[in-house]
């Protein structure tokens, strides 16, 4: 089970990913909320503990953004202010469950189980971008019904653009979704473009609409041209 930490505490981040980590979760962490955001985005987490004063984009915000790209991910709100209405417009705005601070760990861990505990949920599986189906589960894309073979980090950047279509993304982020333990590359950026076009060629040459595009300077991003 992977949890996303999103907490600008350090001592409390800290101590939160050793106890985590010590009940057999994996755990990434980010300090500010943008950071968070973009980690989320990625749909590469069980569940999100979410704190709510961040720098640079609250968690009211990060949890907003977060389900209006349909992202499902179960999110625990942290929160210093326990006023009835913070937590009402955390639940209003799509938060699974609400922890006022400071609160013991064991609550957390609580809490973190009955969300495990529920049936998995509506992470979406099948994936569609025109006449693109990419089928997470038994781990198939195909393009105009028929089956492209893809390799294991091909698979994870079709998945990542997918996922995010319509969405710019700059290479860091795809390095940090596609690559995220493997951070000594030499020209990082450059991988990303290796990967990126041998993936194009795979999708989109001799076919229309083109769905891979670059944007120089900026990124690449997956458009869906109806
Ligand atoms: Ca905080």
Redesign the pocket.
Request: glycine fraction near 0%; avoid cysteine; charge should be negative.
């Given at each position: 089970m992977k949890v996303l930490l999103v907490?600008?505490?350090p001592k409390l981040a800290q101590s939160l990913e050793k106890s985590l980590k010590a009940e057999g979760f994996a755990v990434d962490r980010a300090e500010d909320g943008l950071r968070g955001l973009e980690l989320a985005l990625g749909c590469r987490h069980d569940v999100v503990v979410l704190?709510v004063?961040?720098p640079f984009m609250d968690g009211f915000e990060v949890l907003a953004r977060i389900r209006r790209e349909r992202c499902k991910v179960p999110i625990i709100l942290l929160t210093a202010r326990g006023g009835l209405d913070d937590r009402i417009k955390g639940l209003d705005l799509g938060a699974d469950d609400y922890l006022p601070k400071p609160f013991e760990f064991r609550e957390l861990l609580a809490r973190l189980r009955a969300i495990l505990r529920r049936p998995p949920s509506e992470l979406q599986l099948a994936l569609r971008v025109a006449d693109l189906e990419l089928d997470v589960g038994r781990r198939e894309l195909r393009r105009a019904g028929e089956i492209i073979p893809l390799r294991t980090k091909e698979f994870a950047l079709m998945e990542l653009f997918m996922r995010r279509k319509g969405l710019v993304l700059s290479r860091s982020m795809i390095l940090d979704q596609v690559w995220p333990s493997d951070s000594d590359y030499g020209d990082a950026s450059n991988l990303v473009d290796v990967y990126v076009a041998q993936l194009r060629k795979k999708i989109d040459a001799g076919r229309e609409p083109k769905l891979l595009q670059t944007l120089r300077g900026t990124g690449y991003v997956l458009r869906d041209p109806s």
């Open positions: 907490e600008d505490e704190d004063m961040l």
